[in-house]
């Protein structure tokens, strides 16, 4: 029972270039998240989905795509990076009132 | 968007010292939850409050959920070096099928051996 996996960990992009971040769960919950982390920023949502073939904006959507056709998966897609991107992303997933992270994502936009 | 205020930013203690944050809000919310994370890890949820006036612990840690739900409160007691960490509080209104959390941003604790 893996709980939450991301993929990769670690990641360097140079501007411009496109990438998809997976996060995997094996837990069976209905909810699946991706947020951002930056230094005195907290965590901040960028897209989420509350079940499989749905998928909704959060509150940094902006520069990003999500497809959720597995409900299981979550991907997370950056067509055109900026430096601006450059951040730790978490996935979460959840059945109702909590959630539970992934490892995180560690990307740098040069 | 919205965020939680929690309070200190940051806090450096000796081991064995008690430790007390917490959060508040303008709104009420039916969830708090508070959430530890390690450097390079993921947030780790600590305690759930499903209750206003609710009190919850998990061994040295105990959180209570505000009885007006505008607010929410973390203890750890005696505290050891492992308790190092950013510790998070979140709330959630749970509106229909919105299961979106307010976060706060977050409370840094040194612990000195």
Redesign the interface.
């Known amino acids: 029972n893996a709980g939450?996996t991301q993929t990769p960990k670690f990641r360097v992009l140079k501007t411009g270039q496109s990438m998809t971040l997976l996060c995997a769960q094996d837990m069976n919950h209905e909810?699946m998240?991706w947020y951002r982390q930056d230094p005195?920023?907290?965590?901040?949502?960028i897209h989420?989905s509350?079940g499989e073939g749905t998928t909704a904006k959060?509150?940094v959507p902006d520069g990003y795509n999500v497809s959720r056709l597995k409900k299981q998966n979550f991907l997370l897609g950056l067509e055109s990076a900026a430096p601006s991107q450059t951040s730790v992303y978490?996935c979460?997933t959840?059945s109702?009132?909590?959630?539970?992270?992934?490892?995180?994502t560690r990307l740098t936009v040069l | 968007?919205q965020?939680l205020n929690q309070s200190p930013q940051s806090m450096f203690i000796q081991e064995g010292e008690d430790v007390s944050m917490n959060c508040t809000s303008s709104s009420i919310f039916?969830?708090w939850?508070w959430?530890k994370q390690d450097p390079?890890?993921?947030?780790?949820?600590l305690i759930?409050l499903?209750k206003a006036g609710e009190l919850t612990s998990n061994g040295r840690l105990t959180a209570q959920f505000g009885i007006t739900r505008k607010d929410s409160f973390l203890n750890i007691s005696a505290s050891i070096p492992s308790d190092v960490g950013i510790y998070?509080c979140?709330g959630?209104k749970?509106a229909g099928?919105n299961?979106?959390?307010i976060?706060?941003?977050?409370t840094s604790l040194a612990v000195n051996p």
């Open positions: 939450v909810y998240y005195g920023m907290g965590l901040r949502l989420y509350v959060g509150e978490f979460a959840g109702g009132d909590t959630q539970y992270f992934g490892p995180g | 968007g965020q039916n969830t939850l959430y390079g890890e993921g947030p780790v949820l759930a499903y998070f979140a959630q749970r099928n299961r979106k959390l976060w706060g941003l977050g």
